[in-house]
T-cell receptor
Framework: GIQVEPSPPDLILQEGANSTLRCNFS?????LQWFHQNPWGQLINLFY???GTKQNGRLSATTVATERYSLLYISSSQTTDSGVYFC???????????FGTGTRLKVLA | EAQVTQNPRYLITVTGKKLTVTCSQN?????MSWYRQDPGLGLRQIYY???????DKGDVPEGYKVSRKEKRNFPLILESPSPNQTSLYFC???????????FGQGTRLTVV
């Protein structure tokens, strides 16, 4: 099945810094979502982004499906951005989402 | 507001005591599924449903049951919970295959 490889696996930032998270895929993807799992375990839907670029406040995402990767940009990071960021892609057959291992982000005050 | 609602959010129970985790969505979605998340293992699908009365096993169905009698509800049933079912559980729904998925807030279950 499709493999999802996030990078970097861990990231520590000072508050106010910008960062770019990346997901590479082993195969072409038709749809992709970015999630943020906060320290309380909640999965927050950030972007549904099969292709192109979307922006929402300080966050934006770009997916280049033909080159099998997606990027998540976080600008002016805040301590509340801490947590784990996942990209997830659906698979056919069992209708499940494949989540990568995620990028663990810690933003320091 | 479009949402997937799980209850309870937190539960501590004893081995063998039957429990149900409820999941409800207000978006008239066809597809619903359950996942469990464990350290080092990521999110794994337990069961999924493509519509009312249509369910199938995911990757880790042992020890779980589901039902889909109504489109909006997809409860997860643990008939005889065991400590290895201690986990963080998520319910998800989507309109059709390939569309955006919505996840519930999660249920943190501890079986002692």
């Amino acid at each position: 099945g499709i493999q999802v490889e996030p990078s970097p696996p861990d990231l520590i930032l000072q508050e106010g810094a910008n960062s770019t998270l990346r997901c590479n895929f082993s195969d072409s993807v038709n749809n992709l979502q970015w999630f943020h799992q906060n320290p309380w375990g909640q999965l927050i839907n950030l972007f549904y982004i099969p292709s192109g670029t979307k922006q929402n406040g300080r966050l934006s995402a770009t997916t280049v499906a033909t080159e099998r990767y997606s990027l998540l940009y976080i600008s002016s990071s805040q301590t509340t951005d801490s947590g784990v960021y996942f990209c997830a892609v659906p698979t056919s057959g069992t209708y499940k989402y494949i989540f990568g291992t995620g990028t663990r982000l810690k933003v320091l005050a | 507001e479009a949402q997937v609602t799980q209850n309870p959010r937190y539960l501590i129970t004893v081995t063998g005591k039957k429990l149900t985790v409820t999941c409800s969505q207000n978006m008239n979605h066809e597809y619903m599924s359950w996942y469990r998340q464990d350290p080092g293992l990521g999110l794994r699908q337990i069961y999924y449903s493509m519509n009312v009365e249509v369910t199938d096993k995911g990757d880790v169905p042992e020890g779980y049951k589901v039902s889909r009698k109504e489109k909006r509800n997809f409860p997860l049933i643990l008939e005889s919970p065991s400590p290895n079912q201690t986990s963080l559980y998520f319910c998800a729904s989507r309109e059709t295959w390939g569309r955006e998925a919505f996840f519930g807030q999660g249920t943190r279950l501890t079986v002692v």
